[in-house]
């Protein structure tokens, strides 16, 4: 089964900051990687599919890339509504369809 | 309106049984593969099991399998997940979640709210 690796685990930033997370497969995956956001009580929601496509209604200041093993999400000036927690996910093969252990965004 | 709606969650003892529903609505239900996911409190997701189009070809973790079923029908617009054997580590939020694929991609791009389940005596 493919592991995924996130890091870091948590983060703490300030409004405006430019922040990356980044996760790690642990065998090659090309670029069939999902991001995926998620607020306190609440479902996730997909962000970023492929290694670099925006989801639909995801605003701009949101961007991934990477392939292979090693794959970054980047969010340009964080917003408010950014603070949540952050999954990767593995769309590469057949299942188990594998999810990092999550990075938590804070305010600092 | 699109959405998938969980019910079925509850407290249960361990060594019991619970089924899940996921009602889907908006969209052509038997056109997409479905899963579940689950999520522990505190902790992160884990994807739990699929279910494909067509055939109904079905997968499951290995934490579950041999105790947990994933069926739908496609004429209800429905997806189940029968949890028998249940355990303290089985506790947690249940999601349903649609698969869509795009050319070679695919993603979990529409997500219920959740049902809990708590295994607890």
């Known amino acids: 089964d493919i592991q995924m690796t996130q890091s870091p685990s948590s983060l703490s930033a300030s409004v405006g900051d430019r922040v990356t997370i980044t996760c790690r497969a642990s065998?090659?995956?090309?670029?069939?990687l999902n991001w995926y956001q998620q607020k306190p009580g609440k479902a996730p929601k997909l962000l970023i599919y492929s290694a670099s496509s925006l989801h639909s209604g995801v605003p701009s200041r949101f961007s991934g890339s990477g392939s292979g093993t090693d794959f970054t999400l980047t969010i340009r000036s964080l917003q408010p509504e950014d603070f949540a927690t952050y999954y990767c996910q593995q769309g590469y093969s057949s299942p188990p369809y594998t999810f990092g252990q999550g990075t938590k965004l804070e305010i600092k | 309106e699109v959405q998938l709606v969980e019910s079925g969650g509850g407290l249960v003892k361990p060594g019991g049984s619970l089924r899940l529903s996921c009602a889907a609505s908006g969209f052509t239900f038997g056109d997409f593969s479905m899963n579940w996911v689950r999520q522990a409190p505190g902790k992160g997701l884990e994807w739990v099991s699929s279910i494909t189009t067509g055939r109904s070809h079905t997968f499951y973790a290995d934490s579950v399998k041999g105790r947990f079923t994933i069926s739908r029908d496609n004429a209800e617009n429905s997806l189940y997940l029968q949890m028998n054997s249940l355990r303290a580590e089985d506790t947690a939020v249940y999601y349903c979640?649609?698969?869509?694929?795009?050319?070679?991609?695919?993603?979990?791009?529409?997500w219920g709210r959740g049902t809990l389940v708590t295994v607890s005596s």
């Open positions: 065998q090659s995956i090309s670029n069939y």
């Open positions: 979640t649609r698969q869509t694929k795009l050319s070679l991609y695919w993603y979990f791009d529409l």
